[in-house]
């Protein structure tokens, strides 16, 4: 078989660099293992405001604009619903936070997210003494649906295989490579945290971040909106939240732990008053980078492979955007974004 790419995982990084091949009509084998969890698990938010300090996501202006047409594409192409959109509630704890946001909301790269207003009325089923700031044009991609109906397409395209990509197994040519009978142009690797494992790009900095999230049924708890406190509490529908999510920088298995239930058990009862029933709990590493932007790019050594990882904490932001920007980088010659560009890494001597 002859491919113009091969794309070694299928999370949200990989699926993202498929779709952009596929619209520029390249040939491509996929490589999914189920070895990671992470975009499965995801919540999916996207919501271009750092909660914590009232400021703007790196970039998030730009990845927005890229990321919403993206997804309305991918319900077309799969006549489905996968962008839930809904306003993002901020509980304030203290006057001091009242008064940050209202200073927030005047900022011009942030007035059209802000609501200007805080909202006092109290709500049924949490605690909100403080009042609430809404954030307004954020919502959330129904990941894993996605990520299934993408796969099944692949299926019945004969374009994906469910194994592990054997590094060892590569053979380069001069300007292509063999991998088991597959000849390519390039090969991108997608692994999220499966890249330590990786002999080309196991050097770069990546600083894994486990995370932890439950889906609750609380059927007396008439949200619409994600309520952001100590944890988010995200609406699926039909009395469905999920809650998350947990940070842990030593665990580096995607096991679902009772110290992560507990902890998340704790932060949303210190706001949430009505009663509810745990009915999933999951776990995934998130492909985190000590200076938070992403690794892209192609290897300086081995001109045949590339990297789209560390999509970090807001995969369903970025994706999009850093794969159109890695395939122009690829087919055109286009610069990257430096601050992405993994060759910011070479000078550690990393490769
Ligand atoms: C609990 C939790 C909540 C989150 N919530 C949000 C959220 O609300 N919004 C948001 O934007 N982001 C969220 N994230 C972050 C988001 O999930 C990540 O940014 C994103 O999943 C990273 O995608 P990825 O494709 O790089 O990695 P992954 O999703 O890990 O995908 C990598 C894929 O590669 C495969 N693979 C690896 N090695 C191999 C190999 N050798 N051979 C074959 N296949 C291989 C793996 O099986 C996997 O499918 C959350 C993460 C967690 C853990």
Redesign the pocket.
């Known amino acids: 078989m002859e491919v113009d790419y091969i794309v070694?995982?299928?999370?949200?990084?990989?699926?993202a660099f498929v779709k952009t091949l596929e619209e520029h009509h390249k040939s491509f084998v996929v490589?999914?293992?189920?070895?990671?969890?992470?975009?499965?698990?995801?919540?999916?938010?996207?919501n271009p405001i750092v909660l914590k300090r009232f400021t703007a996501v790196w970039q998030g202006d730009r990845q927005l604009k890229e990321a919403m047409p993206f997804y309305e594409i991918l319900e077309n192409k799969f006549q489905s619903t996968y962008d839930y959109k809904f306003e993002t509630a901020r509980i304030f704890t203290s006057i001091e936070e009242q008064n940050n946001w209202y200073v927030a909301s005047e900022k011009p790269l942030l007035k059209d997210y802000l609501d200007d207003q805080i909202t006092a009325k109290k709500y049924h089923g949490f605690i909100s003494d403080f009042g609430v700031g809404k954030v307004k044009k954020t919502g959330?991609i129904a990941?894993k649906a996605l990520l299934e109906d993408y796969k099944n397409y692949l299926i019945t395209e004969q374009r994906i295989l469910f194994?592990?990509?054997v590094y060892e197994d590569i053979d380069f040519l001069e300007d292509t490579v063999s991998y088991r009978g597959i000849k390519a142009k390039k090969i991108i690797f997608?692994?999220?945290?499966?890249m330590h494992?990786?002999p080309f790009f196991s050097g770069l900095p990546m600083r894994e971040a486990?995370?932890?999230?439950v889906t609750i049924y609380a059927p007396d708890l008439n949200v619409d909106f994600l309520i952001k406190s100590a944890v988010f509490v995200l609406p699926l529908g039909e009395h469905c939240y999920k809650v998350?999510?947990t940070f842990n920088w030593k665990d580096k298995t995607s096991l679902p732990t009772e110290e992560g239930k507990k902890e998340l058990i704790e932060k949303l009862e210190s706001f949430v008053k009505v009663p509810y029933e745990i009915i999933d709990h999951?776990?995934?590493?998130?492909?985190t980078v000590k200076d938070r932007r992403p690794l892209v790019g192609l290897h300086p050594d081995y001109s045949q492979l590339a990297i789209?990882?560390g999509?970090?904490?807001?995969?369903?932001?970025?994706?999009p955007k850093i794969a159109k920007e890695l395939y122009h980088h690829i087919e055109s010659n286009d610069l990257l974004d430096p601050e992405c560009d993994i060759i910011r890494f070479q000078k550690a001597s990393i490769f």
Do not use: H, W
Not at 210 to 213: P, V
Not at 311 to 319: D, E, H, K, Q, S
């Open positions: 070694v995982g299928f999370g949200l990084a990989g699926m490589f999914e293992d189920t070895s990671q969890t992470s975009s499965n698990v995801a919540g999916g938010v996207y959330r990941v194994e592990t990509f997608c692994e999220g945290y499966g494992k990786n486990k995370g932890e999230i998350g999510a999951a776990a995934g590493i998130r492909p789209l990882n999509l970090g904490t807001r995969g369903v932001m970025i994706a």
